[in-house]
């Protein structure tokens, strides 16, 4: 028998998850049908996107307000799939804003909502766990962090740690990657990782290149920026003009290759750090929105750190550099103290193991785990 399974990632790190976890799906049930929204990680997996994943890609209170109109558009558009399509059961990733105006109408016509990645409740109001419990209507929570399920099953959401699926890459072992894109092997190697949002690569990407600009010239630089095949056309003219030359790419293997032959990595804040910091890649991270977005984020966050990194270790081991301290002068200065530090970046490594370690499920696959979930509603 056939089953049936409705799957939505709003962006570029969800799609990495619903990637993993299909795969995974398809391992343990012989049968299933799949539509949804997602990327390339989906879409390798046989997901033939409903519309463009990067419709839903944004963030910030008031960068979202100009997209209003084509998101209330694909919300419609969603719910009427879901209705033809009629799912065994609703797989949501992320994107709490799009993802659980679906969920309410998925329960509506009493689908199940399995949702994956919790609301970061410790960061912002523990109130909203027993919000999400009570009033958003999901069956059971997929938990990327050891500590988040006792904040959802407390008020009696069904919550289970999964683990995180970045510690089952592979790590590639390609000493060619240099040689196929031209980069010397003598040049320090930076990657350049800007964010998969328009907004964030309209914000940081002129940023990031000025503060790579302004290192010392004792050195070679060469510049290694992984993206989206979609965000290309957006970021061509943007490094036109840098005066450094940028070798884009933009496939899944690539972006791990770059990562192992990468001396260090400029990264706007975000999954990309765990990726970054599992590959043992030193890393600057920053991050900038509008003002009165980080005014209002600001009043709201409860943590000390934006990386996951840093949150996991209770410390800051990625150097942070967040709103007005996000410039190049900053960020440059940051950038030659790691890379002239060899003693720094092997204490960064020590303490990249120690966060990875806490994101494993002991003797399971995350995405395993996950499926075994989400498989219980198929049967």
Not at 30 to 54: D, T, V, Y
Not at 285 to 314: D, E, F, P, Q
Not at 363 to 370: K, R
Request: glycine content about 4%.
């Amino acid at each position: 028998m056939t089953r049936r399974i409705f799957i939505i990632a709003g962006e570029a790190s969800g799609d990495f998850l619903g990637g993993q976890l299909l795969q995974s799906l398809k391992q343990q049930n012989s049968n299933i049908e799949i539509a949804g929204i997602g990327g390339q990680h989906m879409q390798a997996q046989g997901l033939k996107s409903l519309f463009p994943m990067a419709d839903l890609s944004l963030y910030g209170l008031f960068e979202l307000l100009p997209h209003l109109f084509n998101i209330f558009k694909r919300i419609k558009q969603t719910k009427e799939a879901i209705k033809v399509f009629r799912p065994d059961v609703l797989v949501t990733i992320d994107s709490p804003g799009f993802c659980f105006r679906i969920a309410k109408y998925a329960k509506q016509l009493n689908i199940p909502v399995v949702h994956y990645v919790a609301p970061s409740v410790w960061a912002w109001k523990p109130g909203r766990a027993e919000k999400l419990a009570k009033k958003v209507t999901v069956d059971h929570l997929l938990c990327l962090l050891p500590f988040e399920p006792p904040y959802f099953t407390c008020h009696g959401l069904p919550s289970t740690f999964v683990g995180h699926p970045v510690t089952e890459v592979i790590l590639p072992d390609d000493t060619h990657f240099r040689e196929s894109l031209k980069i010397s092997r003598e040049a320090t190697l930076i990657c350049v990782l800007p964010g998969s949002r328009k907004s964030e690569i309209q914000k940081l990407l002129k940023i990031f290149l000025e503060a790579i600009s302004k290192l010392p010239l004792n050195r070679r630089i060469e510049v290694v920026l992984p993206t989206l095949p979609h965000l290309v056309p957006l970021i061509e003219p943007l490094i036109k003009d840098a005066g450094i030359p940028v070798k884009i790419i933009t496939t899944v293997e690539e972006k791990w290759q770059a990562f192992m032959q990468s001396s260090i990595a400029l990264a706007a804040s975000g999954t990309v750090s765990l990726e970054l910091a599992y590959a043992g890649v030193p890393q600057v991270i920053a991050y900038k929105v509008s003002r009165l977005t980080y005014w209002i984020a600001k009043c709201l966050v409860k943590t000390k750190y934006a990386s996951l990194v840093n949150i996991l270790n209770n410390e800051m081991v990625v150097p942070e550099y967040l709103q007005s301290q996000c410039n190049s002068a900053f960020l440059s200065k940051q950038l030659d103290a790691i890379l002239t530090d060899s003693k720094y970046q092997k204490q960064m490594r020590q303490k990249y193991k120690d966060a990875i370690n806490a994101l494993r499920v002991s003797g399971a696959c995350s995405s395993d785990v996950a499926a075994s979930v989400v498989s219980k509603f198929l049967r």
